[in-house]
């Protein structure tokens, strides 16, 4: 069984969690008028990536390609547009929960090149660490170098090195007298703390829930949560009802040389239960997003440029239901092409709560 350093990138959404209406956001109309900020009582907007046979991104489609179903029923698209240029926000959620140097190297390093791909000057981006605790690095700001300053921060609370071991030893089995080894070449630790969906509700609440546009959360973490006040499905709860996609970066990384690693500093990685790589899967395409394996730490920037190019080539459309019965209940949405060989990521439903009044 695979052990995996588990690096979520999430910019979570998922149908079991109630939520509110989605009705804000920027859109162009059918007619190809302006773009307009819309926050209607039963205007639901979607944000969706589209990709071929070949899994680029197609990105140049016209609406005419596009059809919209709500519980298997078409629905009218009111709004379409391609939004390279609309408004970004985007968070960065950094596991620090050690002291590995090579570890916060390859975050910092990766994270900093990704802020300074994805945020433009009309963008907003801002970086958090958890670990024991859940902190600011840096609130939201256009200003990319000094996101790169504030994400090189966390190297120096790294104090011991690993270097590469091409010769992996198998891991040993749990439970037993010994923890098994786990992809740094340390032992398991059973009480690691990670915040993570701690993290998830604290971010979104402070610095995404007031904001207009799209938004987008990115989880880098070592480790399923541990010993958060919040649970999951508070912190699932917390990102559907402020629409943000969620993208989950499962690395597989190969074992460190033991010898070469503070025996004080452990590594409790993600291994496959409830909270798994297919439940982030499902969580993730449930938003829009994907799940995407890594192989290696060393591959963590290019597989972030691909997150990056994605959430610069989205799509959104809109539409008002033709069911105007407001009675909470789950809705699906599914999104189709007229032409095979796409696949579209969207959203999958809503909840249909009327708790938005119309503004123009």
Same mark, same amino acid.
């Given at each position: 069984?695979?052990?995996? %350093? ?10 079991? %969690? ?44 016209? @609406? ?103 010769? *992996?030893? *198998? ?13 740094? =070449? ?26 207009? =546009? ?17 649970? #999951? ?11 943000? %996609?969620?993208?989950?970066?499962? %690395? ?51 597989? #972030? ?8 080539? @989205? ?12 009675? =909470? ?19 999958? =439903? ?11």
């Amino acid at each position: 069984m695979r052990r995996a %350093i588990g690096v979520s990138l999430l910019v979570m959404a998922f149908s079991t %969690i109630n939520i509110g209406l989605s009705a804000t956001g920027f859109a162009q109309d059918a007619a190809g008028q302006n773009n307009v900020i819309e926050k209607s009582v039963d205007l639901v907007s979607v944000y969706f990536t589209v990709r071929d046979n070949k899994k680029q991104l197609a990105s140049q489609l016209d @609406q005419g390609e596009f059809r919209v179903l709500e519980d298997g029923k078409t629905q009218a698209i009111r709004f379409f547009a391609h939004h390279s240029d609309v408004v970004l926000n985007v968070g960065v959620l950094l596991d620090t929960g050690t002291n590995m140097a090579w570890i916060l190297n390859e975050e910092a390093t990766a994270t900093s090149l990704f802020m300074k791909h994805v945020v433009r000057p009309t963008d907003l981006g801002f970086v958090m660490s958890y670990h024991a605790r859940v902190e600011t690095l840096q609130v939201p700001t256009s200003d990319t170098t000094l996101l790169q300053e504030k994400v090189d921060e966390i190297r120096s609370s790294g104090t011991a090195v690993g270097v590469p071991d091409q010769t *992996p030893s *198998p891991p040993r089995p749990f439970p037993g007298s010994t923890p098994p080894i786990g992809p740094t =070449g340390q032992p398991y630790n059973k009480h690691r703390e990670a915040h993570l969906y701690d993290a998830i509700r604290v971010s979104t609440l402070r610095y995404l829930e007031q904001e207009v =546009g799209r938004k987008a959360v990115v989880i880098v973490a070592m480790s399923g949560d541990s010993k958060s006040e919040s649970s #999951l499905e508070d912190a699932l709860e917390v990102l559907l009802e402020n629409d943000v %996609i969620a993208y989950v970066l499962q %690395i597989y990384d190969p074992p460190r040389e033991a010898s070469h690693v503070d025996h004080c500093d452990v590594i409790h990685t993600y291994q496959r239960d409830e909270h798994g790589e297919e439940v982030l899967k499902k969580l993730a395409e449930a938003t829009g997003g994907r799940m995407l394996e890594v192989r290696g730490m060393d591959k963590l920037t290019i597989t #972030l440029d691909e997150i990056s190019d994605e959430l610069h080539h @989205q799509y959104s459309l809109g539409y008002y239901p033709e069911n105007q019965n407001w009675d =909470g209940k789950f809705r699906q949405i599914q999104i189709v092409t007229q032409e095979h060989g796409y696949k579209v990521y969207a959203r999958k =439903g809503y909840y249909a709560h009327s708790k938005y009044q119309a503004t123009r």
